[in-house]
């Protein structure tokens, strides 16, 4: 046993020993660590955000990757899961084929309106909302969406479908006249004997508003859903604990280290300014007020200081076009080294952007955008790993959040639209078979390629080998499988019929099949 240890079993319950006697943290609960102290981070964390560089870097490279500019589903029916519970053999992937393709092309029909009814405020189309959603969730740790049914806005002839959605900003979910937590209500959440959310509390207006300032005062209770279980209000956070009632943003682990790199590179640019302002100086032998005082009179050194500036005032000594430095009797010129950032500077700031890196998921490169000393392997490598993470966000972003608003839309859409469903035998109702109905598989922005002939071939093997399939090689790149086949199609009749040899990519055997022979 080291000198001053205590005898414990593990290292981290020591208490006495130099490293870790000051070090005491206390054991909060889930939501104890989290509601009181919750506005202070947020605040926070958003300051950085709007005023950083690395903050907003990370924030938006991991928008970008997770849920980009069209995120949107591809209707896919487990029709396995309905033939199960009906009986029914004719729900089969024929059949899952077809319903999905109605399902996806209704969707889009309603999530990109140009009227934006999807939006109960009428300013933004579905994947724009999820994006802000998404957003709220990183830098809040909380997204949060009401559903709306605006029966009168399909009465007026201007929408096809009620169903709309609110973004909800998550500073509004609180403790009605922001009372402490309780047993049934944790930080806005209202919970039932076994921790379950039965409603939630929000301010009808925002606490920081005060063109609202009666409303923001007033707190309205949302059920979580209906008494047939549609949705009324969806919030998404990670669950780190269990029974958390509330998320924090994913820099929160960082905020301090962000803010000494702030600090850091604000005294570094400040220090470069301050030098180049004083790049040189003339240095005189005599300072007046010093002199001054030690001989106790000044007619010299007024008459030696008058002298000196009457001389720099006057002369103009030059060589050509080229002024001529000449020093009055007495001074000497001195200069000040530019030698700020500092030599440690750089490395400094590459440790801490790892250190963000590291808490975010993201690769180093992708927030300093400086590629110049990474290369293909390991640039790859870095990727794939933060890909991983994209990948696990974007999984449970679409469980927690983006499902139950494509479910909502699909609960009225199969009572508005023509579906295609079996002739016969048992169909189970939707709300009956409402995870079946609405399974879907979402297309985010795709990888890209570090390597584009490498990556491609390396696809093209797995397909020939039957690892892979088209609609997983199209879905890493962000498309739609069906959309690529028939564009593909559409080019080939169209080279066709003009009599253009096709591209190499289609000589094969398989495109020349339906082509007319050659006449000799």
């Known amino acids: 046993m080291l000198a001053g240890r205590q005898n414990t079993p593990y290292d981290a319950a020591d208490i006495s020993g130099g490293h870790m006697q000051d070090w005491n943290p206390y054991v909060w609960s889930p939501d104890g660590e989290i509601n009181m102290f919750r506005d202070r981070m947020v605040s926070r964390?958003?300051?950085?955000?709007?005023?950083?560089?690395?903050?907003s870097a990370a924030v938006t490279r991991t928008l970008d990757n997770v849920i980009g500019p069209n995120f949107s589903p591809t209707s896919q029916p487990d029709y396995a899961v309905l033939q199960a519970m009906s009986g029914n053999k004719k729900f089969d992937h024929k059949w899952a084929e077809e319903w999905g393709q109605a399902a996806s092309a209704n969707y889009r029909a309603w999530a990109n309106d140009p009227g934006k009814y999807c939006d109960s405020t009428r300013f933004q189309t579905v994947p724009q909302m999820l994006r802000?959603?998404?957003?709220?969730?990183?830098?809040?740790?909380?997204?949060?969406?009401?559903?709306?049914?605006?029966?009168?806005?399909?009465?007026?002839?201007g929408a096809r479908y009620a169903t709309a959605v609110e973004i909800v900003d998550p500073d509004r979910l609180s403790n009605p006249q922001l009372k402490f937590d309780q047993q049934n209500m944790r930080g806005g959440v209202e919970v039932d004997a076994r921790w379950t959310a039965v409603a939630y509390?929000?301010?009808?207006?925002?606490q920081g508003d005060y063109f609202s300032a009666a409303k923001s005062v007033t707190w309205e209770r949302v059920p979580r859903e209906t008494r047939f279980g549609r949705p009324l209000l969806i919030h998404y956070f990670d669950r780190e604990r269990a029974n958390q009632h509330r998320g924090v943003g994913f820099l929160t682990p960082i905020v301090n280290r962000l803010k000494m790199l702030i600090k850091y590179d604000s005294t570094e640019?400040?220090?470069?300014i301050i030098n180049a302002f004083f790049a040189a100086y003339i240095e005189s032998p005599f300072d007046q007020e010093l002199v001054e005082g030690a001989l106790g009179q000044s007619t010299k050194i007024n008459a030696y200081q008058t002298e000196r500036a009457e001389y720099h005032k006057h002369r103009k000594t030059s060589l050509g076009d080229v002024g001529m430095t000449m020093l009055y009797p007495g001074e000497k010129i001195g200069s000040v080294s530019a030698n700020r950032p500092s030599g440690n500077y750089d490395g400094f700031q590459s440790a801490m952007l790892r250190?963000?890196?590291?808490?975010t998921g993201l690769a180093a490169q992708q927030i300093s955008q400086n590629w110049a000393e990474i290369n293909?392997?390991?640039?790859?490598?870095?990727?794939?790993?933060?890909?991983?993470?994209?990948?696990?966000?974007?999984f449970d972003f679409v469980v927690g959040f983006a499902q139950p608003i494509y479910a909502n839309f699909l609960e009225e859409s199969v009572e508005v639209d023509d579906y295609p469903m079996p002739s016969s035998g048992e169909i189970?109702?939707?709300?009956?078979?409402?995870?079946?109905?609405?399974?879907?598989?979402?297309?985010?922005?795709?990888?890209?390629?570090?390597?584009?002939?490498?990556?491609?071939?390396?696809?093209?093997?797995?397909?020939?080998?039957?690892?892979?399939?088209?609609?997983?090689e199209c879905a890493e790149q962000g498309v739609d499988w069906r959309e690529v086949a028939d564009r593909r199609a559409i080019e080939q009749e169209y080279y066709r019929e003009r009599g253009l040899q096709l591209?190499?990519?289609?000589?094969n055997p398989a495109n020349k099949a339906d082509q007319p022979e050659e006449v000799h």
């Open 503 to 507: 591209p190499n990519w289609n000589n």
């Open 355 to 359: 250190n963000v890196a590291a808490a």
């Open 201 to 206: 509390w929000l301010r009808e207006a925002h």
């Open 45 to 55: 964390v958003r300051d950085l955000v709007r005023n950083d560089g690395w903050a």
């Open 428 to 472: 189970p109702a939707f709300m009956e078979a409402r995870g079946a109905y609405s399974r879907a598989r979402w297309m985010g922005p795709g990888k890209g390629y570090v390597d584009p002939v490498k990556e491609k071939q390396g696809a093209i093997l797995g397909l020939d080998a039957g690892m892979s399939s088209l609609e997983d």
């Open 269 to 272: 640019l400040d220090a470069a």
């Open 376 to 394: 293909y392997s390991s640039f790859r490598a870095a990727m794939l790993e933060a890909w991983k993470t994209f990948h696990r966000r974007r």
């Open 132 to 157: 802000l959603g998404f957003r709220h969730y990183l830098a809040d740790g909380e997204a949060i969406a009401r559903d709306h049914w605006i029966e009168e806005r399909v009465r007026r002839g």
